[in-house]
């Protein structure tokens, strides 16, 4: 007799990405269930490497400083041509002149780092955030099929250990199970389409000595290139034995792509464990690799052969069942990439799936049609550039974009102030929040020769029939922020137009209001918009709605000088969001 289970969310793969969607559900109080045929997480070091946009995405959601706990922070790249570490000053290589030999990691972002963390401490982050209780492992998705109903998803699991059959129904399905999908390969029609590269990797985990190792640096990667050796040193950090470990890769043999019919061909992307690779095999790629400098690894650990392909599912939803990660897409490891795609594509599905789930949703089909949308064509850009490092976007001139991720801002004064102190917090950590809310943020800031907004107190009462009193977390789809200039703000209190709205709502009003102390400073919210080039007018300057969903992307911005502009803005939101509810 089988046992039964009804959740919103059958997850499957409990792989960093599948365990941050798990989180995002539990965050937002839905019900789910997740598998993984692991008997445990990932012992090996796997990817190492999370770029300033992930850690951007783990702040957003209050993760960030649990993993920055266990990592380094690494400031760059450098490159060893023929034994030589280059100077980017100095570069007297023919085919390398003008070309940096170091790459320092910079940006408009808060974590202008590379952040170096083992897969398997990730996975340990959030298994025990998460509560390894709630991990189904050792469980294999048998089958499933879907129906034209609420609990759509009817899926078999097996347990490994016991065989015990139990029958999951779901709302949706998402297949964060790897390269190897179950979700992706139970449905015929479901292809990986794409290719195998032939070439293999070595790839491990490993303490260095001799008389050269310091040439290896502890706070950047290494890259090494020597006649057909490719190879590099990615700092991980000092482990239990008290030696400092690196992940390190080479190829072991010339570059080639198999030829065959890529819908015909096995997926090889990943660890080979029928394959294998001698330690005296590794020194000597370090020896050529790096020759004539002396390096002699003293500790391995993790030794494994790695293939490459590059693939893309054709689709990453069909009907109520998603892929991400890697049961989505695959590709080479250079660049680092791979974990932040899926680490992206968690972020971006799961604050989607919850406002449908929450009912938020006017258009659901539309809102989940947008991960796709959105996600597909960030990854073939991806993998047409795979080598190459990829560029932070900052927001372009003029107003803000839709599709902009939006960037951190000097700290905003909060306007209502308790009997305890002046608050004054980041936008980033302003727009923090439990839930999927989108945030419209009416930004009326101006130099104090003009008088203060007179829209602000028809934005409210705009917002406030639209969306109702505002509301935390998952209470309402919208919540609003208000900004003005310190100056505007004549009482440090909520205004009396709002207070007869909001009755005993008191404590949701005060995250609300902010003021800006002074426009005109580097990262100011006027200048992160665009709206501190209205500031010269004779006239009065416009005020801006800038809306950011859930996953800080901007989803809308206008300029405002009259109750029209305004309206267009939630208009907008009312295209996909319920406003009422």
């Known amino acids: 007799m089988d046992d039964t ?50 850690m951007e995405t783990l702040q957003n959601f209050k993760l960030a400083h649990h993993i920055l706990q266990e990592a380094l922070v690494l400031q760059g790249t450098q490159l060893i041509v023929n034994g030589k570490k280059m100077n980017n000053n100095n570069n007297n290589n023919k085919k390398l002149k003008n070309k940096r030999g170091q790459i320092d990691m910079a940006g408009d972002t808060s974590f202008p780092h590379v952040t170096s963390i083992a897969q398997h401490n990730t996975e340990k982050i959030f298994s025990q955030l998460l509560g390894e209780e709630m991990i189904n492992r050792h469980t294999e998705l048998v089958s499933y099929k879907q129906r034209n109903e609420e609990y759509g998803v009817e899926a078999i699991v097996k347990d490994l250990h016991t065989g015990k059959i139990k029958t999951i129904h779901a709302k949706y399905i998402i297949g964060a199970d790897g390269t190897h999908s179950g979700v992706r390969k139970l449905i015929k029609d479901w292809t990986y389409d794409g290719f195998s590269i032939a070439t293999r990797f070595g790839v491990g985990d490993v303490s260095i000595e001799e008389k050269d190792a310091e040439i290896i640096s502890r706070t950047r990667g290494s890259v090494f290139i020597n006649g057909d050796v490719l190879g590099g040193f990615v700092p991980v950090g000092e482990q239990e034995n008290g030696l400092f470990y690196y992940r390190f890769f080479v190829n072991l043999g010339p570059y080639e792509v198999e030829m065959e ?30 020759h004539p400098l002396k390096i002699k690894i003293k500790k391995l650990q993790h030794l494994s052969v790695f293939r490459i392909n590059e693939r893309k599912a054709n689709g990453y939803r069909r009907n109520c069942a998603f892929l991400i990660g890697d049961a989505a897409h695959c590709h080479s490891p250079a660049g680092g990439q791979g974990l932040n795609l ?60 839709p599709g902009d991720f939006m960037p951190e801002t000097v ?51 705009k917002y406030f029939t639209h969306f109702g009193s505002p509301k935390k977390n998952n ?80 989803a809308y911005t206008g300029l405002v000088r009259s109750a029209g502009d305004m309206d267009q803005a939630f208009e907008f939101l009312g295209s996909y969001l319920i406003s009422k509810k």
């Open 475 to 554: 209470a309402a789809a919208v919540r609003p922020i208000i900004i003005e200039s310190t100056v505007h703000a004549t009482q440090c209190k909520a205004p009396i137009y709002v207070c007869k709205n909001v009755n005993n709502n008191k404590n949701d009003i005060e995250h609300v209001f902010w003021t800006e102390e002074q426009w005109d400073v580097q990262n100011s919210i006027s200048k992160r918009v665009g709206l501190d080039k209205y500031m010269w007018n004779k006239s009065e300057p416009p005020a801006a709605i800038v809306i950011v969903r859930p996953d800080l992307y901007v």
């Open 261 to 290: 019919d890529a819908k015909n061909r096995a997926v090889t992307h990943g660890i080979n464990y029928n394959d294998s690779i001698t330690l005296e095999q590794v020194q000597d790629l370090v020896n050529q690799g790096m």
């Open 342 to 401: 899926g680490l992206q594509d968690a972020g971006n599905l799961a604050w989607k799936l919850s406002l449908v789930l929450n009912g938020f949703a006017s258009d659901p089909e539309k809102v989940l049609d947008s991960y796709a949308a959105e996600r597909e064509p960030i990854v073939a850009k991806l993998m047409q550039a795979t080598g190459s490092s990829t560029r932070l976007r900052i927001l372009r001139s003029g107003l803000a974009e």
């Open 411 to 461: 700290a905003l004064r909060k306007r209502i102030i308790n009997n305890q102190h002046i608050e004054r917090q980041a936008l980033h950590t302003i727009l923090q929040q439990e839930g999927c809310q989108h945030s419209v943020i009416w930004i009326a800031t101006r130099p104090s020769r003009f008088d203060p907004c007179e829209w602000t107190r028809e934005f409210w009462c």
């Open 5 to 54: 289970q009804k959740v919103d969310v059958f997850i499957s793969g409990a792989g960093p990405v599948g365990l941050l969607f798990a989180l995002r559900m539990k965050a937002n109080n839905h019900t789910f269930y997740i598998a993984d045929i692991k008997e445990e997480p990932t012992y090996e070091m796997r990817a190492v490497s999370l770029t300033a946009r992930t």
